[in-house]
C-alpha cells in the first residue's frame, strides 16, 4: 500500500453560491472556503490553477485578440459570402469549429464562436495548446511540466472524454496504485448552468452524482493509499443573465468602421477595443461611458486583477458589465444565454470553492491560483512517502522510463520552468 | 553532511545535492535529530549544486514532520544561500510559502514564508 494520494477534483462553474448552502461533499472534504476566482472566462482561471500564476504571468487570457499578422484563419476569409442565416447557426459553427481545430492542430478547447467571416483574419486565436497537458501554457510552466520534470507518476482527465470516461480512467489508475497525484476535471456542470442557470431544479441532483462518483474514487483509492487528500474545487461561479445589453449596435451607429478606425472583440459579459486614431478613441470612449450597465476597467483596477498587459495584447480597452447583464449579439453567441460567468471577480456569483478533507487549510490560500500551491507541495509529498523513486512509472496512462523527461522536455533545465520572461509564445 | 544543534536551532551544513541519490537519506537524518523543543531547522544551500523533485519532496516531507502536531509559526524553518538554480526550484515548487529563504546562513534578512 502506498502512504500517499493528492487527489485533486476540479468541477468547472461549481462556485461558492452554488454549494454554500448545500450539504455538497460535507462528509468527504468537510472543510471548506471561498475563494476569489481570476478576472476572465475559463481560459483565464484553468490556467491560472494549473500554473499557480495570474493572467498577466502566464498570457492565458481571452481567447481572440487582434492580431492580423500572425492570424491563421485567413483561409476563412471566402467564407464571408455565406449568408448570415447559415454561418451563425451554432451547429454549422461547430461543425467549421472542428474542422479549423483539426487544420490549424489546436490542442487545447476551440471554438469560432460568432465570429464573423468577414472579420475574422482579423484576429488570432490565443490558447492553441492544451493548458491541461505538458507545455500546454502560453508561458511558463504548468502543474503537468512540474510532476514530469520531478518524476512524479500523475494521471489527469482528458477533456476529449466524457465526464464518466474520464471517472472510469481515474478508477482504473487508483485501483492499480500506479499513480502519485490525480487530477479530475469535469466541465459539465457548467455546461448545465449556462443552459438552466443557477436555480434551476436539475443542480442538486448533479451534484448528488458527483458526491456518488467522489464517493467511488475515495474508496477506490483508500483500497491502495494510506491518506487520499482531496480537494474538490472549481475555477467560477454562475450568475443568471436577466438583462440584455445590444453594445454592437451601439457601437455601429458610431460614424467608425470597424477594421478601419476600430476593432472589437465582443465576449459575452466584456468588449475590449484596440484604436487605430484618436477620434476613434475619443467616440468610442464617449459611447461607452454613456452606456448603462457597465463600466471602462481602470488601468489600476486591471494591475490589481493581475490583468494589464502592458503590450496591450489582449485590447487596448476594456468595457465590462455588470453581474447578470449579457452582451447579445456578441463574438460568442447571437442569442441570449440563461447564465453566465466572466464578471467583476468580487461580484457575488464570481466567487469559487475549494472544499477538502485536509483540517489544516494553510491561511494564504485565498484565490484560485493558490490551488497550484496545495498540488506541488501534496505532489513533492506523495513521491518521497511513497518512495516512487527509481522505479518505472505512469503518467498519463503510458510507461515511461524514470530519469527522462517527455521529449519535449529533454535536455531542459528544469529551474528554468515557470520563471517569468522565459520560454513564452510571441504572445 | 553535518547536522548540529545549538541554542534551539537545528542546522544541516555540507549538503552537496539534494536529489533521488540522497533524498531519503537526508529526510531521516534530519527527522532523527527533530525534537518538541526546537525553535528553528536552517539548511544551509550553499553547497548544494542540485536539487530535483525527490529532494524538494524531502523537503516538504521533512516540514511536515517538522509541523506536525505543533504550531508552525512555533519553529522557523530557513533555507539559507541557495544557487539562482536552486532557488528557481524552489520558487517553481512554492516551497517559499512554506519556507523563510535566507540569502545568507545567519542572516536574519530574507524573505518570509508569504
Known sequence: MKAILPLFIFIDACGWEIIKDDAFCNTMAPNRRRLDSVFGYSSACVPSILSGRWPEAHRNWCYFVYDPKHSPFRFLKPYAWLPKAITSRRIVRRWLSK?????????????????????????DFTEKKSP????????????????????????????ARSETENLDAMLQELKAGRIDFGFVYWPDLDGLLHREGNQSPDISPKLRGYEARLRQLLDAAQEQYAEVRLYVFSDHGMANCDTLLDLKRSIDQLPLRMGQDYVV??????????FFNERARRLLTERLRETPDGAIVPDAELERLHCLFPDRYFGELIFLLREGVLLVPSHMGERPIRAMHGYHPEEKHSYAALLTNQPNLPDDVTAIPDIYRLMVRDALLARDRNGSQGESEWRCGRRVSPNRGTPELAGASSARLGVPGIECERL | MDINRQNGTLSVTGLRELNSANAHSFRSAVATALSHDLQAIEI???????????GLGALVSLYETATAHRDPDGLRLRLTNPSPPVQQMIE?????HLFEIAPQAGSLEGTRPQ
Open chain 1, 265 to 274: 472583440v465582443y465576449d459575452s459579459t466584456m468588449a475590449r477595443f484596440w
Open chain 1, 99 to 123: 474542422l479549423v481545430k483539426v487544420q490549424l492542430k489546436f490542442r487545447g478547447y476551440f471554438d469560432l464562436y460568432n465570429i464573423p467571416f468577414k472579420h475574422i483574419s482579423l484576429f
Open chain 2, 44 to 54: 544551509d544551500l550553499s553547497q548544494t549544486q542540485t536539487v530535483d523533485g525527490a
Open chain 1, 132 to 159: 491541461l497537458r505538458p507545455r500546454g501554457m502560453n508561458c511558463g510552466a504548468n502543474i503537468f511540466d512540474f510532476l514530469e520534470e520531478s518524476e512524479i507518476a500523475y494521471h489527469v482527465s482528458n477533456p
Open chain 2, 92 to 96: 517553481l515548487a512554492r516551497l517559499h
